[in-house]
């Protein structure tokens, strides 16, 4: 289970560190590793599986929403994990036509040799969203209507998700399974109890559900997985020239931080010390006190 | 205070091989909730940079005091109502372990969140207010705690400051609730005395609480233990779904408990169906050896294909939970309307769904109140106990045998509507509805053993059509009948005609005639009867179900007469028919016979008279204890 564990060390897209991971052998010889009695990382990824195989199970169409960042590359690594080797739904990238050079570069690549059924969809023009919104949030917005207009067109039921409980405080309030209005609206409010693995998988007609398999991780959680699975990422998250990305988003409304962490784990020896929060380079979270929370109830991640 | 380290401190940076506990924070509404977790935030060095700055500054644009819940009231809504009305979760650091808290709402209105919220914890910490003591939702929290199976709790008495930290003010409520808890079988492992607002008692031990010798609420954290993994159970694997992307046939799910290795014997309940696993399935490495302990996702292969379907559960042989269509469980309830007996739900069990119907309810409570006992209905956040009849037999466990697969949730229009305990399973019985009442037979078995010198059995023939198994039903009927027993013949198409006249020949059906024949039977077999069944039953499966209905009176009988002759003889020339294709889903001329591997008897009629066939039945019906010894004798003397 854990062969790519030997020495990944933190190169992220060096060409030698992408053959490897992208070329991880389908079928090895019989049994060649005793299985580790469980650590942090193995519980996080059993539970992960968990749901998303219960979300292919209990709904008719499903995507999983392909950001191209770094949890929605682990998203997609547990996916393929789940089952057995390659994702049964589309991913899907809702994109902004913003995003970061190396991002696209990314995505070509990935999408290929993951063998992904990657659907790309196109955000509205910008005069399409609610003024009344701050410039970043209402930029970000064409994200939500961009979402808005492939639903309709697939007809999903259920987009997987990678937002994260300990990204943001209303993040952390999320269900695993989360119940979207016709409109893709969140009602806080009202969402449903949910228990012992047990989830409401019954969205209305035409409505639809979120599905978050990585609700429960941390940013850590997420760069020491992605160190021991040794899943490629895009280089801008390591330090170059004093600073690096911590959140990928559009270009525009993403700033990078202080950083002198060139390598996995240097960025987790950094985050152990950090106490600056996750999204700080992201402009919207900033705006006001509640626009990304508005954001949120209006159906963005 | 000294409990918490500079992070620079720790030995791995990724918290990977730290462990890590989850802890919920209930109790009344207004009790200190969020006050308590901003604290432990402050004190444990856990806040993000300029959070408490920013907190301050919005109090003063709103003019109002600072409170250490506004850190957790990150939602507009909650800011303007003051109260929590989801679940949060907050991450902060220990010496020994990373602590993620789950701030659950006190107030009545947001249950469900409270037990979405708890329901992920390993302990809680259940906290009431000094002034105000043990309320209703105190006292409700703690009952479902005990129903959410949260065996850790710690109580913190809060506001000591309003009662100017009074000793004895903080005995009289720790007297009250330890005797609440303990009487749910809760012991609490701490009862604290703090002010949340000021500190005392959170991080350390104040002057102002110097009578106090316990440990402080960080203390009382570091004790709680994290979940324990349930290896030591016995397996239990709830199937998820079955993948067929490529040659392999894998059947996946999560291990809730024990462990399994490849060329484990296991039996899929409910239907008793039994495997041996092939392989261990993974990605990117597969298979793989070893033993996979509970927790684990795994996908494994069969050594044989078996129709098995998501929400059945795999166990090791001789360790099953018990099939059955009947449960009682302890529940608590959340929807608006009440759970009235007779009302149609969805249960949820593992990864099974099954339709449901309420049987009875006992014991219906507000677990707020502890009195007014109800015997219609469950009002919404009230708890009960009910007896639950299914659809359809599932495999279940009492949570005190097994945690994972003793609880179930209810569903109601697609929503969850409640959850609860398995208290006790019916092991394989049918469901009976409450308005049918079996009438006993006024004769005891015994007695009509005695006049027809044998037992009670279901005599099951199988084999081809054509195989020789309604002769074979025949003379030993007449041999049984000529001994004085009471032998009755069953005919697979004579009930075809009448009592399974609305069945055609789809696999379901085929399942259902074969249920009901067994049924039948089971029922003659129980008075005494020697019931001679006569069918082609080609599933393995189906015959198996009817073994599980007979239970000890089955005795099978393959009738193996090669096929080429079944053939030729072609009694009803269905044979000619089905090579013609004027006869569908024929029996004989395909591959669908699943021939017994295990069967009591085995006859070729190829060769050998049906007299010699009989007599080998007779011996073997003997041998079996269906007839008794001395019957040769009686025969002797006729």
Known sequence: ?301 | MNMILPSSVLATPNGTTRPQIRIVIVGHVDHGKSTLVGRLLHETGSLPEGKLEMLKAVSARRGMPFEWSFLLDALQTERDQGITIDTTQIRFRTRSRDVVLIDAPGHAEFLRNMITGASQADGAVLIIDALEGVRDQTRRHGYLLHLLGIKQVAVVVNKMDRVDFSADRFKEISDEISSHLTGLGVTPSAVIPISARDGDGVAERTPRISWYQGPSVVEALDALEPARPLEQLALRLPVQAIYKFDDRRIVAGRIESGSLSAGDEIVIMPAGKIAKIKTVESWPVTPVNGSHGAGRSVGITLDRELFIERGDVIAHAGATPRDTRRIRARIFWLHDKPLAKGEQILIRLGTRESRAHVVAIEKAIDPGELSNEETKSIARNHVGEIDISLAQPVAADPYQDNPRTGRLVIEVNGRIAGGGLVLSVDAGQRAVPIDIVPVESALRPEERSARYRHNGAVIWLTGLPGSGKSTLARALERRLFGNGGSPILLDGDTLRAGLNGDLGFSAQDRTENIRRLAEVATHLARNGHIAIVAAVSPSADDRAAARRIADAAFREIYVATPAEICESRDPKGHYAKARAGTLQSFTGIGNDYQPPTQSELRIDTSSGSVADATDTIERMLAETGVLFDELVDLAANI
């Open chain 1, 1 to 301: 289970m854990h062969l790519l564990n030997k020495e990944s060390g933190g190169h992220g897209l060096q060409p030698a560190a992408l053959n490897q991971a992208s070329s991880a052998p389908k079928i090895l010889a019989h049994g060649q590793l005793p299985p580790p009695s469980m650590d942090h990382l193995d519980e996080l990824e059993a539970q992960s599986i968990y749901i998303l195989r219960e979300a292919f199970a209990r709904l008719k169409k499903l995507a999983l929403l392909w950001s191209l960042g770094k949890d929605s590359n682990v998203m997609i690594w547990l996916a393929r994990k789940a089952f057995f080797g390659r994702v049964p739904f589309p991913a899907l990238h809702v994109d902004t036509g913003k995003k970061f050079a190396e991002m696209y570069a990314f995505r070509d690549r990935f999408g290929k040799e993951w063998e992904l059924d990657l659907k790309i969809e196109p955000c509205p023009p910008i005069d399409a969203v609610d003024p009344t919104l701050p410039p970043a949030a209402r930029s970000a917005a064409r994200k939500t209507e961009g979402l808005k207009w492939a639903l309709t067109k697939y007809g999903f039921d259920g987009l997987i998700a990678g937002i994260r409980r300990d990204e943001e405080a209303t993040r952390a309030k999320e269900r695993v399974f989360s119940p979207r209005g016709l409109e893709g609206g969140w009602d806080v409010r009202d969402q449903p109890p949910e228990f012992w693995d047990h989830f409401n998988a019954s969205p209305p007609q035409g409505a639809h559900l979120r599905i978050h398999p990585i609700l429960h991780w941390t940013e850590a959680d997420i760069w020491a997985y992605t160190k021991r699975e040794n899943i490629p990422i895009i280089p801008l998250y390591l330090s170059k020239d004093g600073k690096r990305y911590r959140s990928l988003g559009d270009q525009d409304i993403t700033n990078p931080v202080a950083s002198t962490a060139s390598s996995i784990d240097e960025i987790l020896t950094e985050l152990d010390g950090t106490k600056v929060p996750e999204r700080a380079g992201r402009a919207l979270d900033h705006e006001t006190e509640d626009a990304f929370e508005r954001l949120r109830v209006a159906g963005y991640l």
